[in-house]
């Protein structure tokens, strides 16, 4: 057996010898080597040997394999097929990885320019006809693979040659028939979304992009509701994965089995067997930020599951019914638990977030009161927290959402201080208060928990003594938002007591406030260009510093008076309330406003950045190689066919 595995492997490298040595191959050949099973090892190693020079010398010769490879696919022969997409996937990968200079070099080597519009398009015609048919999925998979690597051979993805013919021959109704059919959806939507979610990238803000034409006019309910299940089925996954390994790393079997009544905390620990697929939180992000009817799917209950196996039986599983934004909260309170390591996640997780507070039926959504889930949000243990557990309750997502956002910013005081997405976490909140002051939503919530969580992400960064004024706007926004409370909390506030409980805070904390206006203060003697910035602070800090100088002398007068040093709590709400009629504050103007969120131009660079990222793990983590139950069965298919 070994001697002719041995024969096998050596008939594949003699002919792929002579095909890079320049010697001309028959048909018959031809015909014999797509029916030989891939050597990726010995393909690969034939490649590596050869220099730059010595491969573009090699252009027609490549050229013409490629052709071959692109006329072979038009058979429609299975294990044809599957040879061909493994050759024309090791051919891609073995010639980017030299230093052929420009991306237009390589198409080239591989395709020949003169010749490269008519092949490409021949190409992506078949790989269309192979994912909408009714072929095995382990061609749609291979093919699928092959748009993997093609999409992510160079980092930047805009630079990347081959992807222009993708815009130009769109594959997009291909992602759609594999989205849309569930016994394929299964198993190969997620990678369909991680391929569309490069493609959206491709020249996003230079031309229209057609692929985000496609997915911005999207109103076909089945493609929708097929694009939420995907990506519902892989967050879950994801926060399954993420809690297990939490909790394995920090309970015994009996707090393992309590957890299943209450939930437990552990502290973040390095998750090093968990990958966390970026291409499609991106995907996410680009349905949400492009397509408003996307949002109706966020908010409806689906079923998840674990999908189909490979011959397309259901696995026994347990199905969950959630929907999409109830996960996708607990999947960010994960990512926002530790985002030293997951820092370009949780960027998009607050952009997803960011766009779902700025739709109105979201904000409804979240809002209803009938509409009541119990979802998680992990809490990251730490020493001052008494409560480890917390019985899991049903709220209203925007309850959830406003615990969120208390949670990151009471748990990532570092001194790296991310301060770009402390300044996402004031917007998604001020987003929030709009809609409540606009719409009158008494939300039921403990709102002394969020100003808490406000003032000390405020004093921590303050006492960092950073030195860039761009900290200046989120002191701005941390303004606006207690303004917010202060000139319209009337309308928002779930009681008159919740008025007097902010005063209490504000005055118990005025030292924060007081630094805060000395910041201002020091930047805007410095004249430097943040002039206009810091008379905002300055200006959005006035009513704060007005309850301040208005109550702290009455305070401290009926201290005196009483013999007391420290006053209750009760107390101090007490003289609040007896002194509300002389207090004056200065109107506001435009705090329910806010610039609605865009990608341009502060968000581009994280863009490009992110998808050099992601490109980069899609090539290190792809592997080419055919298993051999799946070789088993197109040998199978392919013999049934022939008799």
């Known amino acids: 057996m070994s001697v002719h595995k041995t024969l096998f492997k050596s008939k594949f490298s003699i002919i792929y010898e002579s095909i890079l040595k320049g010697e001309e191959q028959d048909d018959a050949v031809w015909e014999e080597l797509f029916l030989i099973k891939v050597n990726v090892g010995a393909f690969e190693d034939l490649f590596s040997k050869l220099s730059s020079n010595e491969l573009i010398q090699l ?8 052709r071959k490879c692109v006329d072979g696919l038009k058979e429609e022969h299975s294990i044809k097929s599957l040879n061909i997409l493994m050759t024309l996937s090791c051919l891609v990968r073995c010639v980017w990885r030299r230093d052929l200079g420009e991306g237009f070099r390589a198409v080239d080597v591989l395709v020949g320019f003169d010749e490269a519009e008519q092949i490409m398009s021949s190409l992506i015609e078949q790989l269309h006809k192979i ?98 299940e995907i990506l519902l089925n892989y967050i879950n996954r994801y926060n399954n994965t993420a809690l ?8 015994s079997y009996s707090e393992y089995i309590s957890s299943w009544i209450y939930w437990t905390y552990p502290s973040v620990e390095e998750e090093k067997d968990l990958k966390l697929d970026l291409s499609l939180l991106l995907c996410l ?54 985002v030293r390591d997951n820092l370009a996640a949780a960027q998009l997780c607050f952009d997803i977030l960011l766009c779902v507070s700025e739709d109105n039926y979201a904000n409804a959504f979240m809002h209803d009161e009938n509409q009541v889930f ?5 809490r990251t243990k730490l020493r001052h927290r008494k409560d480890n557990k917390k019985e899991l309750t049903a709220m209203s997502l925007a ?80 303004g606006r938002i207690f303004n917010m409370f202060v000139m319209y909390g009337d309308t928002f506030l779930p009681n008159p007591g919740s008025y007097d409980e ?75 309330r007896s002194n509300y009629d002389t207090l004056t504050l ?51 298919v392919s013999n049934i066919g022939q008799c």
């Open 131 to 228: 994912l909408i048919s009714n072929q095995l999925q382990e061609l749609k998979y291979y093919a699928l693979l092959f748009l993997k690597i093609l999409t992510s051979v160079s980092d930047n993805i805009s630079q990347n040659t081959m992807v222009e013919y993708l815009m130009l021959h769109s594959l997009w109704f291909s992602f759609c028939k594999v989205i849309v059919t569930p016994s394929v959806r299964s198993n190969l939507g997620s990678h369909s979304l991680s391929i569309l979610a490069l493609l959206l990238n491709y020249r996003k803000n230079e031309y229209s992009n057609p692929y985000s034409i496609k997915v911005a006019g999207c109103d076909d309910e089945l493609l929708l509701n097929g694009f939420g």
């Open 586 to 636: 200065k109107l506001q103007d435009g705090l329910d406003h806010f610039e609605r969120y865009s990608e341009v131009p502060k968000e581009q660079q994280f863009f490009t950045n992110l998808i050099r990222k992601i490109t980069k793990d899609k090539r290190e983590s792809t592997t080419v190689q055919i298993e051999t139950t799946a070789y088993h069965k197109f040998t199978t």
């Open 244 to 251: 297990a390994v939490r909790q394995a790393s920090n309970q």
């Open 374 to 378: 119990p979802v998680f949000i992990y």
């Open 399 to 478: 309850y959830i959402l406003l615990d969120l956002t208390s949670e990151f910013l009471m748990t990532n005081l570092t001194k790296n201080f991310p301060f770009e997405l402390y300044s996402k976490c004031y917007r998604v909140i001020h987003r929030i208060l709009c809609y409540q002051k606009k719409c009158r939503v008494r939300l039921n919530y403990p709102w002394e928990t969020l100003w808490n969580s406000i003032i000390s992400a405020v004093k921590w960064s303050n006492s960092l003594k950073l030195d860039d004024p761009e900290i200046i706007n989120n002191y701005i926004q941390v």
């Open 59 to 66: 252009k027609s010769s490549i050229n013409k394999l490629f």
């Open 285 to 338: 992000y680009e349905i949400v930020h492009l397509n408003r009817s996307f949002t109706t799917v966020l908010t409806q209950t689906m079923s998840s599951s674990t999908g189909d196996d490979a011959d397309g039986e259901k696995q026994k599983s347990e199905e969950c019914h959630s929907n999409l934004i109830s996960t996708f909260l607990t999947f960010s309170s994960l990512i926002f638990s530790n």
């Open 502 to 576: 902010l005063y209490y805070e504000l005055l118990r904390q005025h030292g924060v406030f007081d630094a805060l206006n000395e910041t201002g203060l020091k930047y805007l003697e410095k004249g430097n260009t943040h002039k206009e910035a810091c008379k905002e602070l300055l200006s959005n800090l006035h009513n704060v510093r007005a309850i301040v100088n208005h109550f702290s002398p009455k305070i401290e007068a009926w201290s005196t008076a009483n013999k007391i040093s420290t006053p209750t709590p009760e107390e101090v709400m007490d003289i609040v």
